[in-house]
């Protein structure tokens, strides 16, 4: 008898709870019945207490908040996606599904630095004399617009602080094109450009502040520090070598990209008139434009 009754309250409960379910979706249901039978929309094949009818995945094992279907791991790293902070990149469960956080090493970072500098300036320190041949070239571009007094504006060395994520720092001395700058704007090059009639004067956008001085000068080639001493003036950070003031001056702005030692690009601009860029490389004989 108890167990009469224990299966009746049992159906009861089960046909109760399809009822709810089925009220609570008629319309999805119904679309059901269109294409199924009643019994087929109201079976749980896969055994996950999810409905036919409700189950988007009604042949595989899978949960209500995910509309029946299993949780997907598209990485494969074992972590659901729905836990997986990196769902798409293989990882580990201590950090959340993502991989091992990158730690570098800044110190190996600044000697492999240090000994890439040393092997730079070991390897190219006569270059100057190449870029020379390069230099007495650069305004070729805007030649065609006769300028009779032209003051170039340029850029030396780079002191800005550029660090790598997620933290190493790059010293401005072990950055190549502050080395290879310092070659392309060498004594020899600023006093050529200083003599052509067409040249009034040369202005650097670095700033050369007293504290930075003792460093450019182990930094720097002999020759290029003592000739730029003669124009340095402590209280002016702008380094300038001018021969007099000229109103009718056109200012033209001068940047260098070093793709490597032998290649580099030279943008040219008066911020009105013109805006050139120009690639050269060296062939080992001459310049040629790339």
Known sequence: MKKTILFIFFNLSFLSSFTAQEYKNDSIFKKCR???????????????????????????????????????????????????????????????????????????????????????????????????????????????????????????????????????????????????????????????FYNRKEINAILFSTKFVPDIMPEFKEFADPSLYSFIMKYYKKDSPRLAISKGLDEKSVVVTVRIEFHDPYKLKIFLSDGNRFSTDTTYEYDGKKWNIY
């Open 34 to 192: 269109k294409e199924f039978s009643k019994k087929l929309c109201l079976s749980d094949e896969d055994g996950d207490g999810i409905l036919f009818y409700l189950d988007k995945c009604s042949k595989e094992y899978g949960q209500e908040e995910n509309e029946g279907c299993p949780w997907p791991d598209t990485d494969g790293d074992g972590i659901l996606d729905k836990d997986d902070q990196c769902p798409t990149i293989k990882g580990f469960e201590e950090f959340n599904g993502c991989p091992k956080p990158y730690k570098p090493d800044c110190n190996a970072r600044r000697i492999s630095d240090s000994l890439k500098m040393t092997n730079l300036r070991a390897d190219h320190k006569d270059i100057d004399k190449i870029y020379n041949l390069l230099s007495k070239r650069i305004l070729d571009p805007i030649k065609k617009y006769h300028l009779n007094s032209i003051t170039l504006y340029t850029s030396l060395i780079d002191w800005d602080i550029h660090c790598d994520l997620p933290g190493c720092c790059l010293d401005w001395k072990n950055m190549p094109s502050n080395y290879l700058s310092s070659k392309f704007w060498n004594k020899a090059a600023l006093e050529n």
